[in-house]
């Protein structure tokens, strides 16, 4: 049975930080972010934008009513969640309208929760071949101001259908995949920032690559020659590169290399004006290559890098299937990412430092400048409330 993914989207914020305007605030020279990093903008999420609603707002714009009663299966990747306890799945299926015959959960492991849940989507629909799974993945990177960390921020979700004979690309079995306990980059529940040893999270990534790859062509006896792109984790765009160039370089031919670097440029592009959406940034930049790459055809294997800190990674590929590119929103996309609106670092900073009550009190939240269809409105004993401006109208 063909299994894959079947639909796919993103939601970002309507706000961003220009990183030129960051740096500069900063005291860091623009160019060590705009070409040692490699990121144009980053993507903040408004106080009335939490992971709830942008994976709620990822999955509206993807799912039509089909969708909604095929649906049995929400699961939700993001280790920026808002509830030890209830999952931000179950939010999301009422927010959107799921059916209620419906299992429905969280994972989290790093940025690599999404890539779990795709894989435990695939094993849930050989089982059950008229399915279809929704997989979320939802992130609000946060460092801190000021901190090493915070160039590489970024706020977004992506949203995708898991189903039988999907329509943009199937999911081959073979895998490679590596866990090691390892202290790269981790989040203790107290603290509502990350904290990194950033140098010894890009060796750990660059490892954790070459380690899946090798694993990868020993279990398939495929190459570079047999992948028309590769697709990485971006946790800002350089990095993918870092941990590409010297596999390709040792085992690629001179065509292998210009192929493969020509489409990395192309899978970056939407990562570069978002910033770090940990589970989902894969994910996002597979759309930015597909949306990006008018001469992609149908039959091309992809191949695409999860990594995870603290840390899993896995390598697996994918097939793009005939007309693949008539079931992408590619010009929603574009025009969503052109309609942001820019902001000073200070609004930034400001945003930033916003809280909501820790003491059961109610906070209302002014939602009538946030474009989002779902937003959250407020809180009230210790509950969110959210609202879906949509079934208002
Ligand atoms: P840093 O200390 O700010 O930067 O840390 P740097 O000094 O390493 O410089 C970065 C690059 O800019 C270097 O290039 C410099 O040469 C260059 P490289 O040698 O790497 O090619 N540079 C310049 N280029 C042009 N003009 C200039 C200039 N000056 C310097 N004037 C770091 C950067 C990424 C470590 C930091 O931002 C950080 O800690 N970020 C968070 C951690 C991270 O993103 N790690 C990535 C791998 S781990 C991962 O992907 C998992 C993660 O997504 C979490 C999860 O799984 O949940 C993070």
Redesign the pocket.
Known sequence: MKIGIDKIGFYVPNLYVDMRELATARGI?P??LT???GQEKMAVAPFTQDTVTLAANAALNLLDEADKKAIDLIIFGT?SGIDQSKSAAVYVHELVGLASAARSFEIKQ??YGATAGIQMAKGHIALNPDSKVLVLASDIAR?GLNS??E??QGAGAVALVISADPKIMVLEDKSAYHTLDIM??WRPSYSDTAF?D??F??EQ?ILFFETVWKQYRAKSGLAFKDFEALCF?V??T??GL?ALKPTLQAEGTKEDQERILENYQKSIQYNKVVG?I?TGSLYLSLLSLLEQTAGLEAGSRIGLFS???GAVGEFFTGILQPDYQNHLNSTQHKNHLSARRKISVEEYESIFRQELPIDGSTIELDTSKDLAPICLVGMTENKRQYVNKQRMA
């Open positions: 020279e160019d060590k070409i040692g990093i280790e790093a940025c460092y090493p960390g160039s590489t790269d980059f990194v950033g140098k999270s890009n990534y984790h946790p800002y350089k990095m870092k770090n940990y990594y995870g800190s």
